[in-house]
């Protein structure tokens, strides 16, 4: 399922996003056929009896893997979200964005992915002692390519092949795609069919032009990994409406890419008072988090937010946090809590918070939303 969006170059129609509809699901397991999808220049048709996976450069013997090859090896499971860079970017937008939850958050997803151990086959090439990273790159028409330090690929990563239990999904990168937990969407490369192993980042285009972001000092951010802690309600959320004054159950997902959630506290006052959320066991490494809290609507206007502390200590920063920190040349990374504002008649709508200064000049103004 992929939307193209008419606003895109029709000369790459190939170029799109789908987005994961958070805000219709329960749970913390994405359905294959919800998960999003983001393809920079389409999805390849790949024969499974063709398709090669080569491992060459600073190792001591190049392989050649067939699939057949790799599905004999011994597997391993990981449920893990993954999540692209350039999801809620809308966010760093002056005027909130007015998107359902899903289509704006939603180039997120969580799945259980099953296949090999990227250090038992990076043990079998032999690595040189001047290895220090790997470029994977997939066998699409836009050849991605993308550079992993060393240890990362030697401590987690792993090749997919099955993804919630059938092999993985063309859009998603049948018949092998690598999985890099808790490490931003575009470096869990679909299609994958080289790992070059060198001494420095091959400096792609993803990883120079795109997924980086000018700081105030001038200065651009690059190679910034690991997904930082966020969450989100999901319900009540944007366009929804509570019908009258009652009990609700305010639920959401919460992740972090450098590994458990430990704390999801819920405000329904704008933020003067915070509630701790029960989290949904079992509260998994890098794995999407439901949070629920039971809460008393007594029809007055509210605003609804969840902030999210990982198992590091980092806490979900407010929105005027992040971009006093980030400055207004983001697009990528956007975690701030978001606000959502229940009016007197109960319909819910995204607002920012009332202190924010959003009148320092930007000329940034995203209306596709996605990379
Ligand atoms: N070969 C290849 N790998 C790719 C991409 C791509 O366009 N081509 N997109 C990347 C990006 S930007 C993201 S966010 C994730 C999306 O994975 P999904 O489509 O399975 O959700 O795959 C990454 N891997
Ligand atoms: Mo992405």
Redesign the pocket.
């Known amino acids: 399922m992929l939307f193209v969006f008419p606003t895109q170059n029709e000369m790459v129609p190939g170029n799109g996003v789908s987005w994961t509809p958070l805000h219709l699901m329960e749970g913390t397991i994405t359905p294959n056929g919800l ?7 389409g999805v390849p048709q790949i024969d499974p009896k063709k398709h090669r996976l080569l491992i060459h450069g600073l190792v001591k013997q190049d392989l050649i893997f067939s699939i057949e090859d790799l599905l004999r090896y011994p597997m391993q499971s990981k449920i893990c979200f ?5 999801n809620s970017n809308a966010g760093w937008n002056k005027q909130p964005s007015q998107s359902e939850a899903g289509y704006f958050n939603g ?1 997120a ?1 969580c799945s259980e992915w099953t296949g090999v151990p990227l250090s038992v086959l990076l043990d079998e090439v032999g690595l040189r002692k001047k290895a220090k990273w790997l470029v994977a ?4 028409a ?3 390519q ?1 550079s992993i330090p060393i240890e990362k690929a030697l401590d987690d990563a792993f090749l997919a092949l099955y993804q919630n239990g059938e092999r993985i999904r063309p ?3 049948y018949p092998l ?1 690598l999985i890099v937990p808790g490490w ?9 069919r080289r790992l070059k192993i060198t001494n420095r980042p091959v400096m792609a285009r ?1 990883e120079t032009s795109r997924y980086t972001e000018l700081q105030p000092s001038g200065k651009a951010r690059m190679f910034t990994f690991p997904i930082e802690a966020k969450s989100l309600i999901t319900s009540p959320s944007a366009h929804m409406v509570l019908k009258e004054p009652s009990l609700y159950q305010i639920t959401g997902l919460a992740w972090s890419g450098r590994g458990k959630i430990s704390k999801v506290e819920v405000s329904a006052d704008g933020g003067e008072t915070w509630a701790e959320a029960e989290l949904q066991e079992p509260v998994l490494d890098r794995s999407f988090t439901r949070f629920r809290l039971p809460w008393h609507w007594n029809g007055k206007p509210a605003v609804l937010k969840s902030r999210a502390t990982d198992e590091t200590g980092y806490v979900q920063p407010e929105r005027t946090e992040l971009v006093k920190q980030r400055g207004r040349h983001g697009f990528f990374h956007y975690n701030a809590i978001t606000n959502w504002h229940v009016d007197r008649d109960g319909f819910v709508s995204h607002v920012y918070d009332k202190n924010e200064n959003e009148t320092t000049d930007s000329n940034l103004s995203i209306d596709s939303g996605w ?1």
């Open positions: 998960h999003y999808e983001r393809h920079h220049n993954i999540e692209c860079g350039g180039m997803s790159e997939g066998a699409d836009f050849a991605m993308m859009e998603n990168g795609r931003e969407g575009v470096l869990n490369v679909k299609w994958l993803n990379d």
